[in-house]
């Protein structure tokens, strides 16, 4: 499908690359056209060096989505992890005795070591799987938008998070036996101390409603009706190397890729000097491989997208570049 149809038919879309190649921009492009088209659109930023709000040139409070003024349907939200971390201390329930009011009587004993260890256990990239829970919100809950487009962070961390889903059950199926058995013990002693009647355990079932949203966000990813990635990437071997690596890590979490987007190509040799007359050739040569490498393997779409004069940020920069994006190939 080409990027204008998944821009009106998708739920989610995510953009991915390379460091600087254009992602922030093609995905802050992409949102506004599928707004004006009529679609009730969030465009969230993942990465943790969020541009997201620069390139529209607003300023976008940290975790709170924020509708853009003068653009209907169109609201942006960049995601801040660190954020997450109290919650995250909280589900995993691992002060029990401090909640329970007995951190004095308990003090001195063996047990206690044990529970400073577990309270420490934290799994790699847990600000990444914070992140992605948040993520999961807007893919796994009901809400008003029609389409969530992401704009990631450069490849090496949108991998290891696209990776999360599969590291992050596992871990949530540890942390909640872990927590079963925390939850009998205290339980026990608390009721030994303050006979107090069994109470249920809400982080235990929040943690099993998150790993049942971690399984329902997975398939939805994993769906080509639903979600597409789009590879945005410049004309430069390094580009091909990495974009090659992002393809294959891609295909191995089963995410659909149907577009490839070109970005910065230097236009036609009239008027240009010998220093942009020698780049055109080297990003010609370097296209012709592209196309050779990707089309046929995998990509129906490829997008080319020219360098522009300026720099692209802004609405009527944004739109200019949009227009790029959408056109209709024959
Ligand atoms: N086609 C283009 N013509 C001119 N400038 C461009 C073009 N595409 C992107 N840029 C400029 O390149 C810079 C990087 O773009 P952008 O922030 O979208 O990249 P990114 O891939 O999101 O970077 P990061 O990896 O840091 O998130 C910006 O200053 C943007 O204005
Ligand atoms: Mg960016």
Known sequence: MELRELLLNLKIIMFGGKGGVGKTCCA????IWAAEQGRNTLIISTDPAHSLGDSLGIEL????????????NLTALEINPKANMAEFRGLTGMNPLEEMGMGDIMEGMPLLGDLEDLASINPPGIDEALAFGKILEFIETEHDYDLVIFDTAPTGHTLRFLGLPETLSGWIGKLIKMRMKLGNMFGALKRMFTREEKKSDDSLEMLERLNQSILNAREDLTNPTKNSFVVVMIPEEMAILE??????????YDIPVSNIVVNQLYQDTTGLCD????????????LT????????????????????????????????????LVKESY
Do not use: H
Not at 28 to 31: H, K, L, N, P, V
Not at 62 to 69: C, D, F, K, S
Not at 275 to 286: D, G, L, V
């Open 243 to 252: 974009t090659g690596r992002l393809l294959n890590e891609l295909i191995k």
């Open 61 to 72: 409070a940290p975790g709170i989505p924020t509708p853009i003024e003068n653009i209907d």
């Open 289 to 324: 491989k592209i196309k050779e490498i990707f089309r046929e393997k995998l990509l129906k779409n490829l997008i080319e997208v020219p360098l522009f004069k300026e720099e692209i940020r802004e609405y009527d920069k944004l739109k200019e570049m949009g227009e790029y």
């Open 275 to 286: 220093f942009c007359k020698s780049r055109r050739e080297m990003q010609q040569r370097n």
């Open 28 to 31: 802050t492009s992409s949102a």
